[in-house]
């Protein structure tokens, strides 16, 4: 048996470049892990995929990354085993977190790491795999700060000791913004930011006001830079130091329900118990 920590990620940086031929979009994003996690479960069981969590809103079947993953794995590897999967969610589902990615990466890592050593793919191999998951789960079986281009695929871990020690006010507002919407409002507009910002950010923003709301509290506050993550509705703050961070925290807790304070993680993926 193994328990992991799946860590969420967010966007420092997101850049839409353009459509590409097969409907995906070419992105260059600055990819950070941060301290929310997911906790991802896997048994070893004789046969089939049995998915059970604690978040009874989710499919637990094939509509659920983490399921598909397993299958994936286990089709691809022609094991004559099953698994059966716990997921603890801890990430707030369609919020621009890459929960169901990391959840997905979580279960490709854990169930390379439980074949014997002679048969375990490389991390080049599980990223192949999991571009087939979703646009997010190779950085996710990464993690770290990250370059991510193309349309998810193309990962390139940098040093960034700047990140390292930066603490975040994450705000998950109570609505959920689906991804593929997101990008179809962005390719009406077409809107380009400046590069250190989200492209998504103005049409998400512009539809649900809240998230503005969100971003300027966080800097009237005293927060460095707030941006929107990924498609949203997730707003994060940058908090210029431990005491300023835990005052942030407090003021925004009194008008949001869902509010972390987190700090960066160099792995996407951790080993809490074998």
């Known amino acids: 048996m193994l328990k992991l920590k799946a860590y969420a990620k967010i966007n420092l940086s997101l850049k839409i470049l353009g459509k590409r031929p097969d409907g995906y979009h ?58 059966r999967i716990f997921l603890e969610k801890n990430i707030p589902v369609a ?6 990615s990391a959840d ?33 789960v190779p950085f996710c079986l ?26 975040y006010i994450l705000v998950v507002p109570e609505l959920k913004v689906s991804t593929k919407w997101a990008y179809e409002a962005w390719d009406e507009k077409r809107f380009k930011g400046k590069e250190e910002e989200n492209d998504l950010e103005p049409v998400v923003s512009e539809k649900y006001p809240v998230v503005k709301e969100i971003k300027m509290k966080l800097l009237a506050l005293g927060c460095e ?8 509705p997730a707003v994060f703050g940058v908090c210029p130091n431990p005491s300023a961070a835990q005052r942030i925290l407090e003021e925004v807790k009194k008008d949001f329900s869902h509010v972390f304070l987190l700090d960066a993680q160099e792995a996407g993926i951790e080993l809490v118990k074998y």
């Open 26 to 83: 070419e992105i260059a994003s600055l990819m950070q892990s941060v301290s929310l996690f997911d906790l991802v479960t896997l048994e070893l069981i004789p046969s089939g995929i049995i998915l059970e969590t604690n978040d009874h809103t989710l499919p637990i079947d094939q509509g659920n990354l983490a399921y598909r993953a397993a299958q994936l794995f286990i089709t691809s590897q022609r094991l004559n085993q099953g698994v």
């Open 95 to 100: 919020a621009g977190l890459a929960g169901g």
């Open 225 to 232: 830079k707030a941006k929107m993550s990924g498609s949203g």
């Open 142 to 167: 990464v993690g770290g700060t990250c370059w991510v281009r193309g349309r998810g695929e193309i990962v390139e871990r940098v040093e960034n000791k700047a990140e390292k020690d930066k603490h």
């Open 104 to 136: 997905a990466a979580a279960v490709l890592w854990g169930l390379n790491q439980l074949q014997t050593e002679d048969q375990r793919l490389k991390i080049e191999d599980l990223r192949e795999l999991g571009e087939k998951i979703g646009s997010d």
